[in-house]
C-alpha cells in the first residue's frame, strides 16, 4: 500500500485497529533532515509497563495521579511499519497481523483508547457549559443527551476532564495577560468601558478594576447609595473579589463595578476608591456600606471624606451565631428579639433599652463581640441613621440574597481569571435580563387602581411596578388607618398630629408654601416614597396630586432616559484619563501585557 503522508498512514491503521477491535500506539520513528524515514505504529498493547513509568504525564508535563493503574499491556506484537520510498511516499516495511489476545467487542470499541478524541463539538459544549457556571460533568451529561448516547460522544467523561484540566494549565501561564486583553478589547468594541490595573515588580497582576458602559449609566442613576463587600471567596490566585453593588428603580440588586485585588491594604483600597472616583468623573455616593474592614474603612475616610460610611448589618448579624453558646443559637426567642431591636426600633432610647434587656436576659455582659457591636451600633444600627437620605435601602444594597446568590455563582477559589469573566459576562447578562423583563411589564401593563384618588393615577404612571405597589401600600393605609388629630400653625409651617389604629401617632410638619412636609416617621428621607402620613395631610391640604418635589428620579420608569447627558459627562473624563491604555496601545500586539502574569 502507497501513503501520501504519514496522516494518511495513521488514519488507516486506527481505522483497521477500531474496526477490528483494538487500540493503537504510535510507535518510534527514524528521522533524517527533517524528514521521517521509518514509522511504527502498533497494538497499544505491546510491550510491558515498567514501575517506574507507570505514573502518566499530562500534556504540560504534570503528574497526575494515577492511583491502581492496571496492567494493559501483554506483549502484543502486532504492528506496522512504514517506509518514504524514493517517490516521497510511504509503504509499508513490515507488518505483524496477529494478536495474543482477544478483540474489544463492537459493544465497547468506542473505548479503545486511539478510537476516543475531543470533538470539536464537545468543546464547544463544554465552554459554553462553563460561560453558564456549569461544570464538566453536567456538560458531558448534556453531551450524552444530545447526541443519542455515549458511544456517540466520542470521548469519555475523564477524557472531557482531562482536557479541561490540561487547558487551565494552559490557560494558567497567561491567565492574567489573557484577561487583561479581554477588558482592553471591550474597551475596543466600547471607548465607555473603563478599566484600570496595576503589576508588582514581577510584572504580576495585584489590582485590576472595570466597569462597563452600562454600569457606568447605571450609577450614573442609582449610585448614590452603594455597597462595598470585600467577603467574597478570593480567585485561584488568593485575590480578592469586591464588587460594588446597587439598587436599582425596580428594587433589584444592580452591579455596578468591581474589582480584584492581591490584598487588603489600607493603598489598595485608597488606589481602588480612587479609581472607582475617577472612572464616574469625580461623582461620590452619598451613602456606602462595607464589611468590617479597618483598611477599607481608612480608605473611604481618605478618598470619599464626603460620603457617610456605615457598615453592612447582613455581615454583623451572620456572626452573632457563632459569638455565642449553643442553648441561645437554637432560641426562636433570642432571634426574634434580636431582629426586631435591630431592624425594628424607631428611636435610639427604644434600641438601647431593648439591646440591654436582651445582654441581661440571656448573660451575655461578659461578651466582648456584643460590648464591640454595641460601642459602634452609631455606625450599623439603622435606626441611627434614619436621616441618611436612602439609607432605609441598606437592607437591600447590603448582602442581600439576590447579590448573594449572583455573586457566587462565579466566585470560587479555584478559578481562573478566564473562567471567571466567561461566567461573569453571563451572569451580568442574566441580571440584566431580569431589569429588561421589569422595565417591560413597568412600561407595557398596568396595576389595578385601588383608590378613586387622582394621585394614585398620577403615580401609577411615574413610578415602576415595584415603587409603586410600595407607594399604594402607603396610600391604602392613609386612607383606611390615618386619623387627624390635631393641626396647629406657626408662621409658615401647619403641624398636624395623626394617629393610626395599630402605630404611634407621627407629626408631620408642612410648609405651606411649598408643601414640603417632614414626618416623623421618616419613610420618604428612608425610602424616597412618601409615607402614609404625608399623603393624608397632603388630602387634607386639597392636593389631589403629589407634588414633583416628592417623587424620586430614581424610582421613575423612565429614569434612565435622562442620564445621556451625564453620560456622555463621564465618557469626557474618561477620555481625559486613558494614558495607561494609549501606552498599551502604542505597542502593538500588547507586548508590554505579555510580561503580566500572575
Ligand atoms: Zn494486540
Ligand atoms: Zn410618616
Redo the contacts with the bound molecule.
Keep these: 500500500m502507497i501513503f501520501d503522508t504519514l496522516t494518511d498512514v495513521e488514519t488507516f491503521y486506527k481505522s483497521y485497529a477500531h474496526e477490528v477491535g483494538f487500540s493503537v500506539r504510535v510507535g518510534q520513528h527514524k528521522k533524517e533532515n527533517d524528514e521521517i524515514l521509518f514509522k511504527r505504529y502498533c497494538c497499544s498493547r505491546e510491550g510491558y509497563r515498567q514501575e517506574s513509568v507507570k505514573k502518566v504525564s499530562g500534556e504540560s508535563g504534570k503528574k497526575r495521579k494515577s492511583p491502581n493503574v492496571m496492567e494493559s499491556r501483554c506483549g502484543c506484537q502486532a504492528h506496522i511499519v512504514v517506509k518514504l520510498d524514493s517517490d516521497k511516499k510511504y509503504r509499508i516495511y513490515s507488518m505483524v497481523e496477529a494478536h495474543n489476545h482477544c478483540f474489544v467487542s463492537p459493544d465497547k470499541r468506542h473505548l479503545l483508547r486511539s478510537n476516543r478524541n475531543v470533538s470539536e463539538r464537545a468543546k464547544s459544549t463544554l465552554f459554553n457549559c462553563h460561560k453558564a457556571s456549569i461544570g464538566t460533568s453536567q456538560a458531558y451529561r448534556l453531551l450524552h443527551v444530545r447526541e443519542g448516547g455515549f458511544e456517540n460522544v466520542g470521548c469519555t467523561k475523564r477524557d472531557l476532564q482531562n482536557y479541561f484540566s490540561d487547558l487551565r494549565t494552559k490557560i494558567k501561564d497567561a491567565d492574567a495577560q489573557m484577561f487583561v486583553a479581554q477588558l482592553e478589547r471591550k474597551k475596543e468594541v466600547n471607548p465607555a468601558f473603563f478599566y484600570e490595573f496595576m503589576v508588582d515588580e514581577q510584572r504580576r497582576l495585584v489590582r485590576v478594576f472595570w466597569a462597563d458602559a452600562i454600569c457606568r449609566k447605571n450609577y450614573s442613576v442609582f449610585g448614590d447609595v452603594i455597597s462595598v463587600d470585600a467577603t467574597y471567596t478570593t480567585n485561584q490566585y488568593n485575590m480578592k473579589f469586591v464588587p460594588f453593588t446597587g439598587v436599582n428603580h425596580h428594587l433589584q440588586s444592580v452591579f455596578l463595578r468591581a474589582a480584584f485585588l492581591a490584598d487588603e491594604k489600607i493603598d489598595s483600597y485608597v488606589w481602588l476608591f480612587k479609581t472607582f472616583l475617577k472612572a464616574m468623573g469625580g461623582v461620590a455616593p452619598h451613602l456606602i456600606t462595607t464589611d468590617e474592614d479597618a483598611s477599607m474603612m481608612a480608605a473611604i475616610a481618605q478618598i470619599l471624606p464626603d460620603t457617610a460610611h456605615r457598615f453592612c448589618m447582613w455581615h454583623i448579624m451572620e456572626k452573632v451565631p457563632e459569638k455565642v453558646r449553643p442553648s441561645i443559637r437554637n432560641d426562636e426567642q433570642f432571634w426574634e428579639r434580636l431582629n426586631k431591636c435591630v431592624w425594628g426600633t424607631e428611636n435610639s432610647d427604644d434600641f438601647v433599652s431593648q439591646w440591654n434587656s436582651i445582654i441581661t436576659d440571656y448573660e451575655l455582659m461578659e461578651n466582648d463581640w456584643f460590648s464591640n457591636r454595641f460601642a459602634i451600633r452609631e455606625s450599623w444600627i439603622p435606626v441611627y441613621f434614619l436621616d441618611i437620605p436612602l439609607a432605609g435601602m441598606l437592607r437591600t444594597t447590603s448582602r442581600s440574597e439576590s447579590a448573594n446568590s449572583f455573586f457566587n455563582r462565579f466566585i470560587h477559589r479555584k478559578l481562573t481569571f478566564v473562567e471567571f469573566w466567561l461566567r461573569f459576562d453571563t451572569a451580568l447578562e442574566c441580571q440584566r435580563q431580569e431589569e429588561l423583563k421589569a422595565d417591560n411589564a413597568s412600561l407595557h401593563s398596568t396595576p389595578k387602581l385601588m383608590t378613586p384618588w387622582a394621585m394614585e393615577k398620577q403615580c401609577r404612571g411615574i413610578y415602576t411596578h415595584e415603587v409603586f405597589s410600595k407607594f399604594q401600600e402607603q396610600l391604602v393605609a392613609a386612607r383606611d388607618h390615618c386619623i387627624i388629630q390635631g393641626i396647629s400653625e406657626c408662621e409658615d409651617i401647619r403641624c398636624f398630629t395623626?394617629s393610626s389604629l395599630t402605630r404611634k401617632d407621627?407629626v408631620?410638619h408642612m410648609n405651606k408654601s411649598n408643601m414640603l412636609g417632614r414626618?416623623?416617621?421618616?419613610?420618604?428621607e428612608s425610602y424616597g416614597i412618601p409615607?402614609?402620613?404625608?399623603i393624608q395631610v397632603l388630602r387634607v391640604e386639597k392636593q389631589n396630586e403629589i407634588p414633583s418635589i416628592y417623587i424620586m428620579k430614581r424610582w421613575e420608569t423612565r429614569c434612565k432616559r435622562c442620564v445621556l447627558y451625564i453620560f456622555f459627562l463621564c465618557l469626557f473624563c474618561f477620555l481625559l484619563y486613558r494614558p495607561t491604555i494609549l501606552l498599551f496601545r502604542f505597542t502593538g500586539n500588547y507586548s508590554l501585557m505579555r510580561k503580566v502574569t500572575y
Design positions: 395623626i407621627r408631620v414626618c416623623s416617621c421618616k419613610l420618604y409615607c402614609r402620613h404625608i
